[in-house]
Each structure stands twice: as structure tokens, then as C-alpha cells.
């Protein structure tokens, strides 16, 4: 193995390790986006129950 082969074998794994961790990146913005996603309707059906249990006793 001569010094250019692994040169281009260091650069190979980098460019591998760069598009692994862009792929967690945007994995984690998609679960941020889910978990959002789910705090909205959770605040919408906790109001929706305060409303049913206001009512009822009134």
C-alpha cells in the first residue's frame, strides 16, 4: 500500500462519516418535528377535555 492509497482511503471514510452524520441531523429534525407535532395535539385534546369537564359541571 503506497501513501496515495490510503490518502484516498482516510478521505473515503471522512466523506462517509460527513453523510452519516448529516443523516442523524435530519433524523433528529424529523423526530423534533414529530414530537411537535404530537405536543400540539395533546394541548388540543387537553383542552377539549377541560371544556367537557367545565360544562358538565356548570
Do not use: P, Q, W
Amino acid at each position: 500500500m503506497d501513501v496515495n492509497t490510503t490518502v484516498s482511503v482516510f478521505s473515503a471514510f471522512s466523506i462517509i462519516m460527513i453523510i452519516v452524520y448529516g443523516l442523524f441531523i435530519l433524523l433528529g429534525i424529523y423526530a423534533l418535528y414529530l414530537f411537535i407535532k404530537l405536543m400540539i395535539r395533546g394541548i388540543a385534546a387537553l383542552d377539549i377535555y377541560l371544556d367537557e369537564k367545565r360544562n358538565r359541571m356548570l
